[in-house]
């Protein structure tokens, strides 16, 4: 497992269509991190969006300033089964549609749909790091699928805020594929890894109006 942060904007190319949210509620503004299904929708984790949410913007760049430009967001929905108080992270998944195209140079990758996960995983996310939300992909191992709840278990211990709804890739061969986003971490007596919403199993949902 590795940490490949904080290179040359160029090199995240195959992999921008991982982006930075800012979600304003009433305590502040916080950041997430999300993935682009298609030019105008975006999946990230649906605790991202919970709460007294006034505002969120998506921006495209590699760092976050809040100078920069960003896309303008025209609504937003978390999954139908998640509830924060007594669901904990099951079905951690939230979409938001966009009031605008992305731009056209955003690398789209389709949803994994097969059972074994067979290929290399990068989790990408824009979490608080050295003080900056800076786009940082981890190269995590695969740990196993809780089928029940449609989760993929990774061996990943370098999650920070801001990570929350980053995408995980999965590469076999030559091709890309979207599985998972991330949703939290396992403290546990099992050991510390991650808790990903295998996006597979909320397709339907992802993409219907």
Same mark, same amino acid.
Not at 192 to 206: E, G, K
């Given at each position: 497992?590795?940490?490949?942060?904080?290179? %040359?904007?160029?090199?995240?190319? %195959? =992999?921008?269509?991982?982006?930075? @949210?800012?979600?304003? !509620?009433?305590?502040?503004?916080?950041?997430?991190?999300?993935?682009?299904?298609?030019?105008?929708? @975006?999946?990230?984790?649906?605790?991202?969006?919970?709460? /007294? #949410?006034?505002?969120?913007?998506? =921006?495209?760049?590699?760092?976050?300033?809040?100078?920069?430009?960003?896309?303008?967001?025209?609504? =937003?929905?978390?999954?139908? %089964?998640?509830?924060?108080? %007594?669901?904990?992270?099951?079905? /951690?998944?939230?979409?938001?549609?966009?009031?605008?195209?992305?731009?056209?140079?955003?690398?789209?990758?389709? @949803?994994?749909?097969?059972?074994?996960?067979?290929?290399?995983?990068?989790?990408?996310?824009?979490?608080? !790091?050295?003080?900056?939300?800076? !786009?940082? #992909?981890?190269?995590?191992?695969?740990?196993?699928?809780?089928? /029940?709840?449609?989760? #993929?278990?990774?061996? /990943?211990?370098?999650?920070?805020?801001?990570?929350?709804?980053?995408?995980?890739?999965?590469?076999?061969?030559?091709?890309?594929?979207?599985?998972?986003?991330?949703?939290?971490?396992?403290?546990?007596?099992?050991? !510390?890894?991650?808790?990903?919403?295998?996006?597979?199993?909320?397709?339907?949902? @992802?993409?219907?109006?």
């Amino acid at each position: 497992m590795s940490v490949l942060g904080f290179a %040359d904007p160029q090199s995240w190319e %195959d =992999f921008n269509s991982s982006l930075l @949210i800012e979600v304003t !509620r009433t305590k502040g503004v916080f950041t997430c991190t999300g993935v682009a299904v298609t030019p105008e929708l @975006i999946v990230t984790a649906a605790h991202c969006l919970d709460g /007294d #949410v006034k505002k969120i913007r998506i =921006f495209t760049q590699s760092s976050y300033n809040p100078n920069n430009p960003s896309i303008a967001v025209k609504s =937003f929905k978390t999954h139908p %089964d998640y509830h924060p108080k %007594d669901s904990r992270y099951n079905s /951690d998944v939230g979409k938001i549609y966009l009031a605008e195209k992305l731009p056209s140079n955003i690398k789209i990758y389709p @949803i994994y749909k097969e059972k074994e996960v067979l290929g290399t995983l990068y989790r990408f996310g824009f979490g608080m !790091r050295e003080k900056k939300n800076l !786009r940082t #992909v981890i190269t995590p191992t695969f740990r196993k699928i809780i089928k /029940d709840e449609h989760v #993929v278990e990774l061996n /990943d211990t370098y999650s920070f805020s801001g990570d929350s709804g980053g995408p995980i890739y999965l590469k076999q061969g030559p091709s890309y594929y979207l599985l998972a986003v991330h949703s939290t971490l396992s403290f546990g007596p099992e050991g !510390r890894f991650s808790y990903n919403p295998l996006l597979a199993s909320y397709h339907s949902w @992802i993409f219907e109006n």
